[in-house]
């Protein structure tokens, strides 16, 4: 029999993949990423098995995933179409990745997944394991599988007797890690409708947010977050407190429609607050101590990393060399950003660093003013001089 390792959720596609795979003539390893979704996976893992899985791999992800793809985005302040964190989007090749060593390790001849060919994460999936290692065969079960609808699939589901319980499925699709969480499907697919506050779940209803302001300080270094309030955190106990105190004022909620990479716009709901509080933060760290050309520069770069990350290009050859030129650039990125977090706002009140290119006795209109007025006619002049007809 031909192994497969499958990217497994527990939910109802993966179940079914398990035992559609087994109809096809496959042995199937069932492989579950702790991203930081907090589930029970013990209990995952059980199902993987009842439902037919031969070995079952949980892995503890959440340290690389901080380390080596929320933080160097972080870095180039990649943010897709200005409003999306890329949470789903950083994780994606993560997985890929294991999946592949995981397949490698086992002998497997391929890997499958549960996602659909509408999405984006069929192709970060697949770009990945292709890139790694191009002899594995891949197989996307709900692409190509006889399921016309979802009654069909859980029909098959009862019939195989899967142990999964249908009727707890809600009408969202929900992609969650612990850098945000990702809702669409359901009501939201008309982009009229303003979301349900049922959907959201990492950030508190503004209307019952505290009454008061909630104020923290992030102190980053070269342009990682190393300390909140003036307290030392590991980076995935900072994003987990930050999500703690950043969702409870309901900050990071993004109501976006989207360009996917597959031609579709689609409507989606984002909960990122420990990825909206970093975000702002290091953006008004840089305006203190970056120069304006690099600063003007690199929004063109911040935005081709933000389309690789979302394309799937991770791997790739650009994406590679951006974050070089990003590291660079962060060198000079350290300092302590204080925000006030309100009801759903998260706005900059403070900033500072050794670093800083802010010259007060030069910014200044009181009695410290230490510029030369007189200069700034000679500099107009020839700062006009190449435009001059006469
Ligand atoms: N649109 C996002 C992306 O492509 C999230 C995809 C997963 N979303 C979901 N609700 N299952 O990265």
């Known amino acids: 029999m031909k192994k497969i390792v499958l990217a497994y959720s527990g939910g109802l596609d993966t179940s079914c993949a398990i035992k559609w795979l087994e109809d096809k003539g496959y042995e199937t390893i069932a492989f579950i990423a702790d991203v930081g979704q907090k589930e029970d996976f013990k209990a995952i893992e059980k199902r993987a098995l009842a439902t037919g899985a031969s070995k079952v791999y ?17 870095k180039a302040q990649a943010v897709y179409e200005s409003k999306y964190y890329l949470a789903t989007a950083l994780s994606r090749p993560l997985i890929a990745k294991h999946q592949v060593l995981i397949a490698q390790k086992e002998k497997a001849s391929g890997i499958a997944h549960g996602c659909t060919g509408k999405g984006n994460d069929q192709v970060r999936f697949e770009v990945t394991a292709r890139l790694m290692d191009p002899s594995l065969e891949i197989i996307a079960p709900v692409r190509i599988w006889e399921f016309k609808t979802r009654d069909e699939e859980i029909d098959y589901a009862k019939a195989k007797k899967i142990p999964i319980d ?33 959907i959201y779940k990492l950030t508190t209803d503004p209307q019952k947010a505290p009454a008061k302001p909630t104020y923290v300080e992030i102190e980053l270094d070269q342009g990682i977050p190393v300390k909140v309030d003036g307290k030392k955190f590991k980076p995935v106990d900072l ?42 933060a290091k953006y008004e760290l840089e305006c203190l101590v970056l120069d304006r050309e690099t600063m003007h520069y690199k929004q ?58 802010y010259k007060e006795e030069l910014a200044t209109y ?25």
């Open 58 to 74: 949980v892995l503890d992800l959440q340290k690389e995933f901080v380390e080596d793809y929320v933080f160097p985005a972080l």
């Open 166 to 198: 249908v009727t707890k499925k809600s009408p969202y699709s929900i992609d969650l890690n612990l850098y945000g969480r990702s809702i669409e499907c359901g009501v939201l697919e008309d982009p009229w409708v303003e979301p349900p506050e049922e």
């Open 239 to 280: 994003i987990h407190h930050l999500n703690d105190v950043a969702g409870k004022n309901s900050v990071g909620r993004v109501d976006m429609v989207e360009n996917r990479l597959v031609g579709i716009k689609s409507r989606e709901i984002y909960e990122n607050p420990a990825g909206e509080v970093l975000h702002k």
């Open 300 to 357: 063109g770069m911040s935005q081709k990393y933000a389309e690789l990350t979302y394309y799937g290009l991770w791997e790739t050859p650009l994406k590679k060399q951006l974050d070089i030129y990003f590291d660079k650039i962060n060198e000079r990125v350290s300092g302590t950003v204080r925000l006030k977090l309100y009801k759903g706002n998260c706005s900059v009140v403070g900033r500072k660093s050794k670093f800083s290119r």
């Open 366 to 390: 009181g009695d410290k003013d230490i510029f030369d007025q007189k200069l700034a006619d000679g500099f107009i002049q020839l700062w006009t001089m190449p435009f001059s007809a006469k």
